[in-house]
């Protein structure tokens, strides 16, 4: 019954990158027509393409989510410090969050299709190797980003870490905060769980994410701020591990 279960969600999960291999350049041909538009009017297009790709995931995979604590989102533009396990976050967050931009490494925008729609979102694409350079390009982008009503978002472990692991929280996401004086907004989920690496790693179920209290720079260094977010990150991780569907607490939505 178990090799059953696996094959179908291996199934599904083979239709689900067969649409995504049709409808990808598809997008990308839109979201190069919107070249000449303001950058909040070419964000609203483009970001079809994330709910759609959301949409087909619980549509063909069964992948489905929930957000706990909706009411902690603030009003203005945020650095969110998110945990990342999986490509799912980056299509959700567009639906969750205000209009935003990512801090990714430059080699996405390479990708053919995906990574021209992915430059028309004007995201601070950096050069890992390139150091303080990159370091000081996150502050000038970003602090410019957030001035234009752009929310920030930041995967500070820097790359994807399976669920029950743990990366060190590099600080470029936490010293634009710190000297922006902007809110930090930290965000734990457990969407690895049904969303794995590999083109074949998902499975059906329930993907919590947990929007965390918001945290004031104000009079915090670099250092205080990324050791918050991550002591609450990790420690809400644990607490929704790969937990079923329950009843929704009060900030809670589900889809």
């Given amino acids: 019954m178990r090799t059953i279960t696996l094959l179908g969600h291996r ?4 239709v689900y990158a067969g649409a995504q291999v049709l409808l990808t350049p598809l997008f990308a041909l839109v979201a190069l027509a919107t070249f000449p538009l303001p950058h909040a009017q070419r964000y ?3 970001r079809r393409y994330a709910h759609t790709m959301l949409y087909l995931a619980r549509l063909i ?5 929930r957000v706990l604590h909706t009411d902690r989102i603030p009003p203005g533009p945020c650095v969110v410090l998110a ?3 999986s490509a ?3 299509f959700a967050f567009q639906k969750i969050l205000p209009p935003q931009v990512w801090v990714l490494k430059r080699e996405l925008l390479w990708i053919p299709f995906f990574g021209w729609g992915l430059a028309l979102t004007r995201p601070i694409a950096i050069d890992r190797a390139a150091g303080a350079r990159a370091f000081r390009q996150l502050l000038a982008q970003g602090r410019e980003r957030l001035a234009s009503g ?3 978002v930041v995967f500070p472990e820097g790359t994807r870490v399976a669920p029950g692991a743990s990366a060190p929280y590099h600080p470029g996401g936490a010293h634009l905060a710190a000297r922006t004086g902007t809110t930090v907004l930290p965000i734990a989920h457990n969407a690895g769980h049904c969303w794995g ?3 074949l790693q998902k499975r059906a179920g329930l993907i919590t994410v947990s929007i965390g209290p918001p945290i004031d720079p104000r009079g915090l260094t670099t250092d205080e701020i990324n050791r918050r977010a991550r002591e609450w990150i990790e420690a809400e991780v644990r607490r929704i591990g790969s937990a079923a569907e329950a009843d ?8």
């Avoid at 199934?11 to 083979?14: D, I, N, Q, S, Y």
């Avoid at 995979?61 to 989510?65: D, F, P, T, V, W």
């Avoid at 929704?248 to 889809?255: E, K, M, N, T, Y």
């Fill in 197 to 199: 690496k590999g083109l």
């Fill in 11 to 14: 199934l599904r999960a083979l």
């Fill in 88 to 90: 799912w976050e980056t």
């Fill in 61 to 65: 995979c069964g992948i489905r989510y």
């Fill in 83 to 85: 945990k990342h396990q």
């Fill in 150 to 152: 752009f929310w920030v």
């Fill in 248 to 255: 929704l607490p009060v900030g809670a939505r589900s889809a």
């Fill in 44 to 46: 609203r297009i483009i």
